[in-house]
């Protein structure tokens, strides 16, 4: 499956340079790539191709499956659940070994956001509650449930298996897949929550996001620190083995829409993470991707920001399946480049035939300077505690549908 053109957009090198000496590795990346390993990927994936094609699109660091919902490796932590189809594989520590001997830096992505149905029942203080103090399922995976960003999962469980891959393979960095994201926060009603709420709030939060609310305004200063907690919880545990490792998670794809305040994650982060892979819809406009970045630069003050893009139709229907056009991925690429951004490409599943030939190859960021005459200043508080009417679009959703008003 060909997906990209080559695009011709920034420059050319690819590697760091010598001027890179004594920066932190992560500030020197240029170019990543990730392949989202799916369960079944045991049973076909060629690693050395894969890594071949990293190389061939002159990529820095790859990111690579570790667990989390999924191991792709012989994890031995409880309710750790191991693919089904790993057999006598070790994906993970495959990958691993195969970019290092290509000189490329190693990511290993997990999620923390849901696990399985046995966590549940040996750990139900683990999982997010609904109201009605029922399990929440996840929408798209029916047999895998909410995790409780308060509870141990997030201070125990996690970190036992970062170590147990930090021992194994000690990875570059360790990546959150959907965590913290910067879209609305979300109330858990479990025990524990509870209780939390009744001590650091005097009441129940509303279920969504509700400005009006003085408990909401103070549950919002409550599950932001918590956020700085788990984070500096999680980077201090990717340090433990290799002091030059760092956590980071995954900022989100909600463009301007973001509900979380960036500056004290800004503060605390080494990476910036952006995760907005394309419009997501045909009235969404194509700079949208480089307004976010501003404001990701904004609040990292030169530390390193990154974005992925998807290989896949990321358009209304989302079809993960299908790829998405090249001219697409391409114009969403030079938007990232154009506000000091590094792209960061992403295949979900090792299926597809891959083939080189990537716009990636040809971006580089390294010193780029921003080109920019005018910034916007952009509140998070007031974009949280205030709601704002909605901006009239400019862009026709389609041709022969009305435009929006
Ligand atoms: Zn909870």
Redesign the pocket.
Known sequence: MAILSSGDLLGLSSVSSSTDAGKPWYSTVRRCGQLNFNESDPLTVDIDAWMDYWVSLKVNAVMIGGGGIVASYPTNVPYHHRSQYLGSRDLTGEAIAAARKRNLRVIVRMDCNYAYQDALKAHP?W???MPDGSPRLELEASYLYKT????SYFTEQMPAIYRELQQRYSPDAIFTNGWPGTAALEV???????K?YQEQTGGVPPATTNAKSPVYRKYYKVYMDRIIEIWKLWDSTAKEKNPEAIYFGDLGGAGLQMMKDLKPIGDIASWYAGDHQGRGGANVPIWECAAQGRIAQSVMGGKTVTNIDGAYSDSQPKWRHVSAPAAEINLWMAQVAACGMVPWHHWLGARPKITAGASLQKTFMGGLRRMRSISAIVSRCLRLLYFIPRAPSLFIVRKGQAKES
């Open positions: 203080e999982f997010h509650r409780c960003l308060f509870s858990c009603h479990c025990v524990n929550c509870k939390i």
